[in-house]
């Protein structure tokens, strides 16, 4: 996983050094004071109750406020940070096919070697670029982040720990974008017909 989690920054690193974008980043970043010079619970409210352009995402504005905390007016600290959690990100995707996959074949030293080259391919496809080093893009890498960790314990579902689980990790990643809130039935009937196939699959091996 360290390799995985070194390759997929490596091609977003040179974004240390960059600075604001002039369209959203400023909307995004700059223009509410009480996410610049942390507030406590005023920066909470104001960043659950502030809408910009129709979009809620206080969690998002909060990852805001904590780069403004953290790293002041380097901006590129923001970008280390958003880096970050794209890598978090493929560490997730390979244990999701990993959960996956394990269910059907028993190979398992391959099945890890596969689910590590089909992580890094994702990481490093340029489509990650704009949500990787575009800060206002920031909402994609963490909503993503939160979404499979759902998905990951829904498809465990072993308890009923893991399915609360799934469903308070859809809540946090519906603060981050607003759009997550269609991930259940996408996430549920993904789920069900992987159950199908892992069911049939494990069927036919017997």
Not at 74 to 81: A, I, K, N, R, V
Not at 89 to 109: E, G, K, P
Request: glycine share 4%; charged share 15%.
């Amino acid at each position: 996983l360290l390799a995985l989690v070194a390759l997929s920054s490596a091609p977003f690193l040179r974004a240390w050094d960059y600075g604001l974008v002039s369209l959203d980043d400023y909307f995004y970043i700059l223009k509410l004071p009480e996410l610049i010079d942390w507030a406590g619970w005023e920066s909470v409210r104001v960043a659950f109750t502030h809408v910009k352009d129709g979009i809620w995402m206080p969690l998002t504005r909060l990852s805001y406020a904590l780069d403004h905390a953290v790293f002041g007016g380097w901006y590129g600290g923001f970008h280390l940070h958003s880096i970050l959690v794209h890598s978090a990100n493929a560490c997730l995707v390979w244990w999701l096919l990993r959960t996956i996959l394990r269910r059907v074949y028993s190979d398992a030293r391959r099945i890890d070697w596969v689910c590590l080259f089909a992580a890094l391919f994702w990481a490093i496809h340029p489509l990650r670029c704009e949500s990787v080093v575009f800060l206002a893009s920031r909402k994609d890498v963490l909503s993503f982040f939160w979404e499979l960790l759902a998905l990951i314990f829904w498809m465990r579902g072993t308890s009923r720990r893991d399915t609360a689980l799934a469903m308070a990790f859809f809540v946090l990643g519906s603060f981050c974008k607003p759009s997550v809130m269609t991930f259940p039935p996408s996430f549920t009937s993904t789920a069900q017909r992987l159950r199908i196939t892992i069911g049939s699959s494990q069927s036919t091996a017997i």
